[in-house]
Each structure stands twice: as structure tokens, then as C-alpha cells.
């Protein structure tokens, strides 16, 4: 705020009025959708938490879904693998991997990485089985 518009006082009132109101509600509007569909994938997670979370991972027993608890639950409780689609849980990795780096978490090793993933998909809301 405040910075926007420095340097165009030399220009025409007018150009430069009109202009600089197209600039900021563009920016707005953009910046506006995106923290809004962060916030609604983020109150559907929530709230399909009541019924899905922690206590009902499938296979809860297995190596993967041991290491899914590991490596997944540092930052936050644990999220049902039916909740994402396979594509979603495999995009979700490489953003997690980027939250892992930023706070200097240790990334799982590719082979963990893999059978997280694999197990994730496997249960994923589109899984074939
Ligand atoms: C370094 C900390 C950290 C670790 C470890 C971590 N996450 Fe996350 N996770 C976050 C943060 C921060 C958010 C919320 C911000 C966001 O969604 O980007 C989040 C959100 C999520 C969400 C919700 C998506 C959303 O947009 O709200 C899912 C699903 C998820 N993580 C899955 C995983 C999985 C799977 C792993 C293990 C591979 C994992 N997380 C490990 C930090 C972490």
C-alpha cells in the first residue's frame, strides 16, 4: 500500500487515474481468489476431518501406512488418504516437500517417498479398488 502509483504523478491525471485503478483491482481480484479457494479446501478438510481423521487411516498396521504416520505427522494431524483423489495426493507431495525444506524437516528418502505416495493413492476417493 502506498507504493503503487509512485513515479506516474508526471504523467496526465487522467491516463494515469484510470490506469492505476485497473492495476489494483485486477491485483485484488486475483489475489482475492486464491486465498479463497485455499480457505474452502481447507474448511471441507476440517470439517471431513469430524468423521476421517487419525483414528480411521486404513491398514493402520502396515509399513506404509507407519511410515505415512512418520513422516506426515510432524506438521499437523493426519489426513485420510480418501479424502484427495490420486492426483491431488501426488501434487500435495511435492507441496509438502517444499513445506518440509522451508522449515528444515528432513524429506523422506525416495524410496519412503514412494510407498507413502503409493499407499495414499491406493486408498485416494478415485482409487480403482
Ligand atoms: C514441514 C511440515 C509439514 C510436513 C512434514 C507435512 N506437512 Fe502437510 N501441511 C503443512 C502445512 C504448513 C500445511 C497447510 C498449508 C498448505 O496447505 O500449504 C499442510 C497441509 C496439508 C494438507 C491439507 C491441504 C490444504 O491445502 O489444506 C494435506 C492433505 C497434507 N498437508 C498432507 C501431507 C502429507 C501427505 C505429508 C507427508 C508426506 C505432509 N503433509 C507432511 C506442513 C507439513
Known sequence: MGKRGNGETSRTV???DSQSVWKSTSARTKRGT?????????VLLTL???SGCNASIPEPESPAAQLYQKRCSICHRLY?????????????????????QRR???LPPPAERATILEYLQKHASNAAG
Open 104 to 106: 528444515s524437516v528432513p
Open 34 to 42: 486464491g486465498a479463497w479457494k485455499r480457505e474452502v479446501l481447507f
Open 48 to 50: 471431513s476431518c469430524a
Open 14 to 16: 487522467n491516463q494515469s
Open 80 to 100: 485420510a488418504p480418501r479424502l484427495l483423489t490420486s492426483e491431488m495426493w501426488q501434487f500435495m507431495m511435492g507441496r509438502m516437500e517444499m513445506e518440509m
